[in-house]
């Protein structure tokens, strides 16, 4: 008796929820509760599976939670409700699909007016086709979710890389080393533009706006330059970009005294939403860059990454993987920064085998690797061996380039020019941490013998 109490209770929620109707599915659907209002059209579309009303339906529910499925059933409605061909555009668009997305824009431009939004995202598909050629993989550090209002707080970067700070809530400035320039972002009529300023004793100069090549009719904020002081980072939402805001790079050219026109930097750093604030901790490579992709309206996430300065494409010919990676939901995991036990141990066999010369004072010069008092300090000083050794590979590199600029005819000569500029500015950086290293571990050393 109870067993049938139980079965008559099952099927009259059965047929409840069988008998809710086109109305009900609605009041779910409009609340948000798409899962709920997709199960009521599912059930009323196996009585009318040609319905096209009820196919759009369905299809919305299926857009609304990101499902790819909603074509079919578009398909069906499109005819009667062609807004399908726009919204699976938009589903396309969204997961990267970029070619099906333009696709399905073009036959819903096919019956209906075109608007600025449809002919934006119609270009967005082209240039995330392009993209789609040249992504770039990177190794992830680590990434968090940040408040928008206080994204900056982990950019914690080395003096050497300069300062970045938030002068209000969208905007921000960047200040050298030195602390004698300084670039920011400022309301200039209608958009916002970059701007620099330099110090002149102790008062700031009057602000000047960057080059047409970097300032358009859009905006371009959170500016950064390398510690070269010609390699400039920032953010446009001009439209050759991907979507929102895109980030940029251009250099300083000292032959023309102007900056060379502005490079998207692709992906995965861009997305069809809101990318910016690119910076660099050259000390220990790493980069750092900010996105709301896949966020609420308040919140960012920072990504920290391994910085190269040589781009390595991925090579994967799937296209889901290759999505994969241009969306980031794929990537490398970085591997630790710090040096290897077993590279630690070659080092320190080498330092060993081919004796040390390191002066610690006056009347104290250490000839091997075992004089060091401490781990750290052997560590520091093996750390100090690899720093000029990449020193020395830098300055035949200069060379080279040298000799090659010597020889090059004139169209070559502008982009040499700025790379001998690069490597010269980078070789002092490093003369300046091998200098200061050199300092800091004798001062620890000459400790024990005071």
């Given at each position: 008796?109870?067993?049938?109490?139980?079965?008559?209770?099952?099927?009259?929620?059965?047929?409840a929820a069988q008998a809710q109707t086109?109305?009900?599915?609605e009041i779910f659907f409009n609340n948000?509760?798409?899962?709920?209002?997709?199960?009521?059209?599912?059930?009323?579309?196996?009585?009318?599976?040609?319905?096209?009303?009820?196919?759009?339906?369905?299809?919305?529910?299926?857009?609304?939670?990101?499902?790819?499925?909603?074509?079919?059933?578009?398909?069906?409605?499109?005819?009667?409700?062609?807004?399908?061909?726009?919204?699976?555009?938009?589903?396309?668009?969204?997961?990267?699909?970029?070619?099906?997305?333009?696709?399905?824009?073009?036959?819903?431009?096919?019956?209906?007016?075109?608007?600025?939004?449809?002919?934006?995202?119609?270009?967005?598909?082209?240039?995330?086709?392009?993209?789609?050629?040249?992504?770039?993989?990177?190794?992830?550090?680590?990434?968090?979710?940040?408040?928008?209002?206080?994204?900056?707080?982990?950019?914690?970067?080395?003096?050497?890389?300069?300062?970045?700070?938030?002068?209000?809530?969208?905007?921000?400035?960047?200040?050298?080393?030195?602390?004698?320039?300084?670039?920011?972002?400022?309301?200039?009529?209608?958009?916002?533009?970059?701007?620099?300023?330099?110090?002149?004793?102790?008062?700031?100069?009057?602000?000047?706006?960057?080059?047409?090549?970097?300032?358009?009719?859009?905006?371009?904020?959170?500016?950064?330059?390398?510690?070269?002081?010609?390699?400039?980072?920032?953010?446009?939402?001009?439209?050759?970009?991907?979507?929102?805001?895109?980030?940029?790079?251009?250099?300083?050219?000292?032959?023309?005294?102007?900056?060379?026109?502005?490079?998207?930097?692709?992906?995965?750093?861009?997305?069809?939403?809101?990318?910016?604030?690119?910076?660099?901790?050259?000390?220990?490579?790493?980069?750092?860059?900010?996105?709301?992709?896949?966020?609420?309206?308040?919140?960012?996430?920072?990504?920290?990454?391994?910085?190269?300065?040589?781009?390595?494409?991925?090579?994967?010919?799937?296209?889901?993987?290759?999505?994969?990676?241009?969306?980031?939901?794929?990537?490398?995991?970085?591997?630790?920064?710090?040096?290897?036990?077993?590279?630690?141990?070659?080092?320190?066999?080498?330092?060993?085998?081919?004796?040390?010369?390191?002066?610690?004072?006056?009347?104290?010069?250490?000839?091997?690797?075992?004089?060091?008092?401490?781990?750290?300090?052997?560590?520091?000083?093996?750390?100090?061996?690899?720093?000029?050794?990449?020193?020395?590979?830098?300055?035949?590199?200069?060379?080279?380039?040298?000799?090659?600029?010597?020889?090059?005819?004139?169209?070559?000569?502008?982009?040499?020019?700025?790379?001998?500029?690069?490597?010269?500015?980078?070789?002092?950086?490093?003369?300046?941490?091998?200098?200061?290293?050199?300092?800091?571990?004798?001062?620890?050393?000459?400790?024990?013998?005071?």
């Amino acid at each position: 008796m109870k067993k049938s109490f139980y079965l008559l209770i099952v099927c009259m929620i059965g047929f409840a929820a069988q008998a809710q109707t086109k109305t009900d599915a609605e009041i779910f659907f409009n609340n948000g509760d798409y899962a709920t209002a997709k199960s009521i059209y599912e059930n009323l579309l196996k009585k009318k599976p040609k319905d096209a009303l009820l196919n759009y339906c369905y299809a919305k529910c299926l857009y609304s939670l990101g499902d790819l499925s909603a074509k079919d059933y578009f398909d069906i409605s499109n005819k009667k409700y062609p807004q399908g061909h726009r919204l699976m555009g938009d589903l396309y668009l969204s997961q990267y699909y970029f070619e099906e997305a333009a696709s399905e824009y073009d036959h819903f431009l096919e019956t209906e007016k075109a608007d600025a939004d449809i002919l934006r995202k119609r270009q967005q598909c082209a240039i995330g086709s392009e993209m789609m050629k040249h992504v770039e993989t990177i190794d992830i550090i680590d990434s968090v979710v940040m408040d928008k209002a206080t994204f900056l707080s982990k950019y914690r970067l080395p003096h050497e890389a300069g300062f970045i700070e938030q002068t209000s809530e969208t905007l921000t400035s960047y200040t050298t080393e030195r602390k004698d320039r300084k670039f920011f972002c400022n309301d200039n009529n209608t958009q916002l533009d970059i701007f620099y300023t330099y110090l002149l004793l102790n008062d700031w100069s009057e602000p000047i706006a960057l080059s047409a090549n970097i300032n358009t009719d859009y905006n371009e904020s959170y500016p950064f330059m390398m510690a070269d002081g010609i390699t400039l980072y920032f953010a446009s939402d001009k439209p050759d970009g991907l979507g929102g805001y895109d980030i940029y790079m251009t250099r300083f050219s000292p032959i023309t005294n102007e900056y060379l026109p502005a490079q998207n930097i692709g992906m995965p750093f861009n997305s069809t939403a809101n990318d910016y604030m690119f910076a660099v901790d050259e000390t220990n490579s790493i980069g750092l860059f900010a996105t709301d992709r896949n966020q609420t309206s308040d919140s960012v996430v920072v990504y920290r990454f391994v910085f190269s300065k040589e781009k390595k494409i991925v090579k994967e010919t799937d296209p889901g993987t290759l999505r994969a990676y241009a969306r980031l939901s794929k990537y490398n995991k970085a591997k630790s920064l710090v040096p290897s036990k077993n590279s630690t141990e070659k080092n320190k066999s080498i330092a060993k085998n081919n004796g040390i010369n390191f002066i610690v004072n006056a009347e104290i010069t250490y000839n091997s690797l075992n004089d060091f008092k401490t781990e750290d300090t052997k560590n520091r000083f093996l750390a100090l061996q690899i720093l000029k050794s990449d020193f020395e590979l830098l300055q035949n590199k200069l060379q080279q380039k040298r000799a090659e600029f010597s020889d090059c005819d004139a169209s070559e000569k502008e982009n040499l020019s700025w790379e001998i500029l690069t490597i010269e500015k980078e070789l002092l950086m490093m003369q300046k941490r091998i200098q200061a290293q050199t300092i800091e571990l004798r001062k620890i050393e000459n400790q024990y013998y005071q």
